[in-house]
């Protein structure tokens, strides 16, 4: 198990707010999106991405940096295995084009979501929480990492390039009513030495 140093800490469930707000900036509004077709008759849809966040926190898949006064930046990965998921006909559209991708990045350590409030961009911690990740893939026995990014996301996908990654795919993102800006999914990967951090 890797010793996280303040600022940073294991999520808990009183990060669920800043969660659901981190997670739904790194998916450029989709997590919304997702969020208002699960939630029942009256239902608020933040409440439901609340929820799924805190399944992710039960799961111990979440890091964040707390300053003091809370989640300000989040982390959320876990480990791709050796085997792709099946994709069946009726998986839906919409998440077909991430399954597959994620599908060619087996066995490596997968950036869920890396986010950031905007007011505590530009400071380095995304850069800290990737290094983190890289410790934990390592910790985990995995040489690689990998993340997808929409392409129009050049912030992040600058972040990601300057940390080492590369393309390695690219598919068309198929939006079934969600009304963002993204064209494309990008598969991006990066090599781990043993020695790398």
């Keep these: 198990m890797i010793r ?5 800490r294991v999520a808990s469930e009183a990060d669920a707010k800043a969660l659901a707000d981190l997670v739904n ?16 008759d009256g239902q608020d849809p933040w409440d439901v991405g609340r929820a799924r966040q805190m399944q992710r ?21 876990y480990p ?10 009726d998986f839906p559209a919409l998440f077909r084009p991430l399954q597959e991708l994620e599908n060619k990045a087996l066995d490596s350590w997968y950036v869920n979501v890396l986010a950031c409030y ?19 893939a390592r910790d985990q026995a995995l040489r690689r990492m990998s993340v997808i990014v929409a392409d129009n996301n ?3 996908r600058r972040l990601y390039e300057r940390s080492g990654y590369a393309q ?12 963002g800006d993204t064209e494309n999914w990008v598969l991006l990967m990066k090599p781990l030495r043993a020695s790398d951090g």
């Design 4 to 8: 996280l140093e303040p600022p940073l």
């Design 25 to 40: 900036f790194a998916g450029e509004g989709l997590p919304l999106y997702i969020w208002e077709g699960l939630a029942k």
């Design 57 to 77: 926190v039960r799961e111990g898949q979440v890091v964040v940096v707390d300053f003091g006064d809370g989640a300000v930046a989040s982390l959320t990965g």
């Design 80 to 89: 791709i295995g050796s085997e792709p998921e099946p994709i069946a006909d």
């Design 118 to 136: 905007p007011e505590y961009r530009g400071q380095g911690l995304g850069s800290r929480l990737l290094g983190l990740a890289e410790e934990i």
């Design 154 to 156: 050049v912030g992040a």
């Design 168 to 179: 390695v795919a690219t598919l068309a993102c198929v939006r079934e009513g969600w009304k």
